[in-house]
């Protein structure tokens, strides 16, 4: 099935993007400035690689290409650009949810 723009997918994260986001909180929690304004912060449960969190589909390149907004456990998503359709736990990759 093509994926289409608004659709939720479950997308399995890679080491790069599990290192990506923990960076991002971490740097929030680190910083020490008081007054700091224009920061975001970048709250949540650390992520793992091989971990998949459900996604929104805001761009279709072809017939299995997407970009994706991943919905983390936090207050923060995670952009992934370009992401193939893929079998379930394949890093990096997205798929459509079983049926329950």
């Not at 093509?2 to 659709?7: A, L, V």
């Not at 790069?16 to 970048?42: I, L, M, Y």
């Not at 971990?51 to 456990?73: C, K, S, W």
């Not at 992401?83 to 394949?90: D, F, K, N, T, V």
């Amino acid at each position: 099935m093509q994926p289409t723009i608004g659709r939720i997918v479950h997308y399995t994260l890679t080491t790069f993007d599990a290192e990506a986001v923990n960076r991002r909180r971490k740097d929030f929690a680190d910083q020490s400035t008081p007054g700091n304004t224009g920061f975001v912060g970048h709250v949540g449960n650390r992520v793992e690689a091989g971990d998949t969190y459900p996604a929104m589909v805001v761009r279709v390149f072809g017939a299995d290409a997407a970009n994706l907004q991943v919905f983390l456990d936090g207050n923060d998503t995670y952009w992934a650009t370009s992401r193939p359709e893929g079998e379930a736990g394949e890093q990096g990759r997205w798929i459509w949810p079983p049926r329950a």
